[in-house]
């Protein structure tokens, strides 16, 4: 049943803990390899249902593949939409397991015409779903200088920011910034020091890309989304991809683990504290050496597991 090895493969099927009969939710199906694999573990009363807010992946022969399994549902959406999806076949508060595998997918990066990589020549759309949003070229046209700065900074870690903001406003009013290599010599141009093994234009293209999607916020609408779709036991296994996602899912994670507020010295029941929905699972988890090797993607993944009380 398998389709696409993922990053950290075994580790995710693993700590999802899968029960044969059990209801599970991939919330990034992209090439259905964590689908494939969960749904080799279910029994025939079993449920997988899985989202991606990717035309592509929904509509791709991966996901043909795996619909012909009656456990499996797909739908297009994405991490907002989770509580409307699983409220249609009554799955709140049901779930055994929802993994999340953030960031941009393989088949993103390596399709030029997605605008994803400063590698390939393609419109500079950067779009997980290319059916909303605006496109990361009308953006840039659009943007303030101050605010671009702000976005390059936050969501690049850039130090040249300023820099590459004022680069891009003026180099907008001569001609438009449409394609992924004209943004990508632009950026190389106006950075004065290169990191040693990595490409200048790294942190600008993950900045515009994180927002033109609003990739954080829909993570953090989709981690309290998933934790109050679990049953009591469930398992939420997140894979992170650089530090803003994994921070997101870390606090988050600390956040949910314990009591909830601090009563002080005032006196107060025990049932009256508000404690915290989830309980921590082990250590972070990082991709082995020999998937490293295999997978040069797998060395910044992430992955972090937590159990709803």
């Known amino acids: 049943m398998l389709v696409h090895q993922s990053v950290l493969y075994q580790e995710a099927l693993a700590q999802l803990n899968i029960k044969a009969d059990g209801i599970y939710v991939d919330c990034t199906f992209g090439r259905g390899g964590h689908s494939g694999g969960i749904l080799e573990q279910l029994g025939p009363s079993g449920c997988l249902l899985a989202l991606d807010r990717d035309?592509?992946?929904?509509?791709?022969?991966?996901?043909?593949?795996?619909?012909?399994?009656?456990?499996?549902?797909?739908?297009?959406?994405?991490?907002?939409?989770?509580?409307?999806?699983?409220?249609?076949?009554?799955?709140?508060?049901?779930?055994?397991?929802?993994?999340?595998?953030?960031?941009?997918?393989?088949?993103?990066?390596?399709?030029?015409?997605?605008?994803?990589?400063?590698?390939?020549?393609?419109?500079?759309d950067m779009r997980m779903d290319t059916s909303n949003?605006?496109?990361?070229?009308?953006?840039?046209?659009?943007?303030?200088?101050?605010?671009?700065?702000?976005?390059?900074?936050?969501?690049?870690?850039?130090?040249?920011?300023?820099?590459i903001a004022h680069a891009i406003v003026t180099q907008r009013q001569i001609q438009p910034i449409q394609t992924t290599l004209q943004l990508a010599k632009l950026i190389e141009n106006c950075v004065p020091f290169r990191d040693k093994h990595k490409h200048p234009a790294t942190r600008t293209f993950q900045a515009i890309r994180i927002e033109v999607n609003q990739e954080l916020e829909q993570i953090k609408l989709g981690?309290?989304?998933a934790v109050d779709s679990l049953a009591p036991g469930g398992r939420l296994v997140v894979i992170a991809f650089h530090s803003l996602e994994d921070r997101i899912v870390k606090r988050y994670i600390r956040d949910e683990s314990g009591l909830k507020?601090?009563?002080?010295?005032?006196?107060?029941?025990?049932?009256?504290?508000?404690?915290?929905?989830?309980?921590?699972?082990?250590?972070?988890?990082?991709?082995?050496?020999?998937?490293?090797?295999?997978?040069?993607?797998?060395?910044?993944?992430?992955?972090?597991v937590a159990e709803k009380l």
């Open 261 to 304: 507020t601090n009563p002080g010295r005032l006196p107060i029941k025990q049932h009256e504290l508000e404690q915290g929905r989830l309980k921590k699972i082990g250590k972070s988890i990082r991709a082995s050496q020999q998937e490293v090797q295999q997978n040069p993607r797998a060395r910044s993944a992430v992955m972090r």
């Open 223 to 225: 981690l309290r989304q």
């Open 133 to 163: 949003g605006i496109p990361a070229y009308q953006y840039l046209q659009q943007v303030d200088e101050q605010s671009l700065a702000k976005v390059i900074f936050e969501y690049g870690e850039e130090r040249f920011a300023r820099r």
């Open 55 to 124: 035309l592509a992946a929904i509509t791709s022969s991966e996901a043909s593949q795996l619909l012909a399994d009656n456990r499996f549902v797909l739908h297009h959406g994405c991490f907002s939409d989770f509580t409307v999806l699983l409220g249609q076949y009554g799955y709140s508060g049901k779930v055994n397991g929802v993994l999340m595998d953030l960031g941009v997918s393989s088949p993103q990066l390596d399709s030029a015409e997605r605008g994803f990589s400063f590698l390939r020549d393609g419109e500079l």
